[in-house]
């Protein structure tokens, strides 16, 4: 099953100024992080988790970038 649809462009700027965005019309499913990640970070990373689970399903750049990304914006 899906989650929610974006109605507009989501983005967060890293330290590095790379911008990862999720785009509208992106179905946000939250599972491309385990549930027991997600149990722990609760509501307090959601938007990271959104642009994390976008950059995982149309990669931005490295894995290895994309979830340092998911780290530091938590």
Do not use: I
Request: aromatic fraction near 8%; proline fraction near 5%.
């Amino acid at each position: 099953a899906g989650g929610p649809t974006l109605r507009e462009n989501f983005s967060y700027r890293d330290p590095r100024k790379k911008v990862w965005t999720a785009e509208k019309g992106f179905v946000f499913a939250g599972k491309s992080l385990p549930r027991a990640v997600r149990d722990v970070l609760g509501d307090s990373c959601r938007d990271a988790a959104l642009v994390h689970d976008a950059a995982c399903a149309r990669p931005q750049g490295a894995a290895a970038d994309t979830h340092l990304m998911l780290y530091e914006a938590c």
